[in-house]
């Protein structure tokens, strides 16, 4: 497992040991997905949710994000996430927290440019948990969720709107984006009802 692009392009990454902490992301599955968000990248403020060993949110950070939140509710996995990041030297730019997702979505006030879960297959976390997650995307934000393939997730969930589906074998991802508020009036425009 390593960092495919950017400043820390090559750095190999660790997991903590068991299939039931984490299952990293397959590079070409890794490819697919930042190839979609190559350029909502620069500058973005990432939320990792299910962090693992932090292996989607440092290639985030590593091509331009500006600030990478990783979430996980297991010990090693965190720590796993903290050495990583310092071999990758971007842990100035991360918060790792030792929290299950749904607990720190339900106490979140920030607001994220791109959300990435990747949570445990068959269990329909992402549709359990979107509205959640809905809650905390900026507007104009994406949510990238890694699923089994076949999974069933909502074409809706508030804001938030299914645009794309991406398979690569027996996985897949779906990509979701966040209507922008619309104001009431656009600048200049008045209300010509009588």
């Known amino acids: 497992m390593r960092v495919i692009a950017g400043t820390a ?4 990454l660790t997991a903590p040991a068991g299939a039931q902490v984490t299952r990293p992301t397959i590079d070409r ?4 997905m930042f190839s979609a968000l190559q350029f909502m990248l620069p500058g973005a403020q990432v939320l990792d949710l299910f962090a693992g060993s932090g292996q989607l949110g440092i290639e985030a950070l590593s091509r331009g994000a500006a600030r990478c939140v990783f979430v996980d509710a297991d010990r090693a996995a ?8 310092k071999a990758a030297k971007l842990e100035r730019q ?16 920030k607001r ?11 269990a329909d976390t ?18 990238m969720a890694e699923t089994e ?35 009431p009036f656009a600048k200049g425009e008045e209300n010509h009802d009588d």
């Open 149 to 183: 393939y076949g999974a069933l997730l909502p074409e809706r969930c508030g804001a938030l709107t299914l645009k794309k589906r991406y398979k690569y074998g027996a996985v897949a991802l779906a990509r979701y984006e966040k209507e922008p508020a619309q104001p």
């Open 9 to 12: 392009r090559g750095t190999k």
């Open 112 to 122: 994220f440019d791109l959300v990435l879960m990747d949570p445990p297959y068959r």
């Open 29 to 32: 599955v890794k490819e697919g």
């Open 126 to 143: 992402v549709a359990q948990l979107l509205a959640a997650v809905e809650a905390v995307v900026a507007d104009g934000g994406t949510v």
């Open 78 to 85: 965190c720590a796993a996430v903290r050495a990583n990041l």
């Open 94 to 109: 991360a918060e790792v927290c030792e929290t299950p997702a749904e607990a720190y979505l339900a106490r979140c006030a």
